[in-house]
Each structure stands twice: as C-alpha cells, then as structure tokens.
C-alpha cells in the first residue's frame, strides 16, 4: 500500500551526488529544483582547506609562544571564504582559540600574582592539554569529512 504525500510536501532523490528536490504546490503543479550542496561530496582541496583551519592555530602558536594562535584560522577563513567545508572549520577553530586566548590572558594574570600563580600554571596546563585535544580531533574529523564543532566558542566569525 502506497501512503500519499500531503499536498506541500518536498521529497528528496539521492540518485546521484546532485540532488533533485521535487516540490507540490497547492495548484497541484510540481516544481524541480537541483542543489549541489545536498548531498556534496567535499573535493581534496576542502578537506585539506578544513584539516590546516583546525592545525594552523596550533602551528602558529607553537611558533609564536601562543600569541598568533588566531592568526591560522583567520587567514585559513579569509582565503577560502567560498568553500562551506573550510569556512566552517576556520570559524570554528578562530571561534575556540579566541576564547582559550583570553583564558591564557587570564591564567597568566594570575602568574604574575603570587597567590594566583597556584591556579594560573595548573590552568595552563589544563588549556593547553584541551586545545591539543579539540584541535586534533577537529582535523581527524576534517580528514573523514565530517563537521568538528569545538567547545567553548565566543562566536566572531561563522
């Protein structure tokens, strides 16, 4: 027994990586449309794009002793601001170390006060450990072509 569709209903093919929407309209004309990004199979160049948005904030702060670690993403979300892929990875990896930036202020902060420098140094520690971890699995879900959303994010850029 075949279930008919209501009337406003849109059904979606997946025959092939384009997508075909067919839409009933309350004239009971239908309409097709087809969309790329339903169904888009990320090219090499994105997923490589999105892999350097989650590693280049690491790189650059390793080069930097933690003061560029924004620098990565930003240029990483400027130079691929068309590819969805790398625009979200850049975003989110900018996102994530602009928060850790100000809490690495913070920490640092409370080294310079004697009493605060038993907080400070465990919570460089501490962030230096979970930016490792969030940067890493952000790449190795890049590889698989898979969406990373990191935690702890001021949302600048999206």
């Known amino acids: 027994m075949r279930v008919a569709a209501p009337r406003n209903a ?21 309409s097709t449309s087809t969309s790329a990004a339903v169904g888009r199979v990320p090219s090499a160049g994105s997923r490589i794009a999105a892999i350097l948005a989650h590693l280049s904030a690491p790189i650059a702060a390793l080069l930097s002793a933690g003061s560029l670690s924004l620098l990565g993403p930003l240029l990483v979300w400027l130079v691929m601001k068309r590819d969805p892929m790398a625009r979200r990875a850049a975003a989110g990896a900018f996102n994530f170390n602009l928060a850790f930036w100000l809490l690495y202020l913070v920490s640092w902060l409370l080294i310079f006060t004697v009493i605060g420098a038993v907080v400070g140094i465990p919570l460089i520690i501490v962030l230096f450990l979970v930016s490792a971890w969030c940067h890493i699995k ?16 001021i949302r600048v850029l999206s």
Do not use: H, K, L, M
């Open 138 to 153: 952000g790449a190795i879900r890049a590889a698989n072509d898979e969406p990373y959303d990191y935690p702890f994010q």
């Open 10 to 30: 849109v059904a979606i093919t997946r025959a092939s990586p384009v997508a075909s929407a067919v839409t009933c309209t309350a004239s009971g004309r239908t």
